[in-house]
């Protein structure tokens, strides 16, 4: 079946750390890929987005990289503090760029601890 | 812009009747998306348009859900009769065409 898995529900981490999230999918070949932030009662914010053939995006402490033959994005958060406490989403276009429908994966819980 | 609109931002009603929800999208955008997230099934696209024209509706969930978009500012999601288990977060989105989406604050919905 066709899904997008994140690596986990929730990750906990120190402040000043890295925080790495991961989103895999199966049976997709996007051309791009994106990543969200939602914060309760919020709707989701855009991040990033990365195009297949690109291997790596940088926007201030975030990066994300993307291999497709891996059928895998990292998201890093680095130095992180605990306003990056949030759920973040990963989203592929579902038809290789033939269309603009999004399939979102379940989201990764992220709490830095000060 | 003040980004994308949605009324009400909460919304409780009773099982069977009528829940109209309303989206205003970002002048410009000409997609417009409209989700639904739960805990259990996250964040779900059921219905998009492309230039007020429906594109894709196979998420949506049955016949009791219906949307429309009678013009590039305004676009309305409908579920009649309502059921307990469509209490869900709605939310709308618009976008350009391979971009960003960009969500409204969403409508909590909550049947009784």
């Known amino acids: 079946s066709q899904k997008i898995e994140q690596n986990s529900e929730a990750l906990n981490i120190q402040e000043g750390k890295t925080a790495t999230l991961t989103c895999n999918y199966t049976?997709?070949?996007?051309?791009?890929l994106q990543w969200y932030r939602q914060d309760p009662g919020r709707g989701p914010v855009f991040l990033l987005l990365?195009?297949?053939?690109?291997k790596e995006k940088r926007k201030e402490r975030l990066k994300v990289t993307f291999d497709t033959t891996l059928k895998q994005s990292l998201f890093h958060i680095t130095a992180s503090q605990p306003a990056d406490s949030a759920t973040y989403l990963c989203?592929?276009?579902?038809?290789?760029?033939?269309?603009?429908?999004?399939?979102f994966g379940t989201g990764t819980l992220l709490a830095v601890q000060p | 812009d003040a980004g994308v609109i949605q009324s009400p931002r909460h919304e409780v009603t009773e099982m069977g009747q009528e829940v109209t929800l309303r989206c205003k999208p970002i002048?410009?955008?000409?997609?417009l998306f409209w989700y639904r997230q739960t805990m259990m099934r996250g964040l779900e696209l059921l219905i998009y348009?492309?230039?007020?024209?429906?594109?894709?509706d196979s998420g949506m969930p049955e016949d009791r859900f219906s949307a429309k978009m009678p013009n590039a500012s305004f676009s309305t999601l409908k579920i009649q009769p309502s059921e307990p288990r469509d209490s869900a977060v709605y939310f709308c989105?618009?976008?350009?065409?391979?971009?960003?989406?960009?969500f409204g604050p969403g409508t909590r919905l909550t049947v009784l």
């Open positions: 989105a618009s976008s350009l065409v391979f971009n960003e989406q960009f």
């Open positions: 049976n997709y070949s996007p051309a791009y």
């Open positions: 990365i195009r297949e053939n690109e």
């Open positions: 989203a592929l276009d579902m038809y290789g760029g033939a269309t603009n429908k999004l399939i």
């Open positions: 002048s410009g955008h000409d997609y």
């Open positions: 348009f492309n230039n007020n024209v429906p594109i894709d």
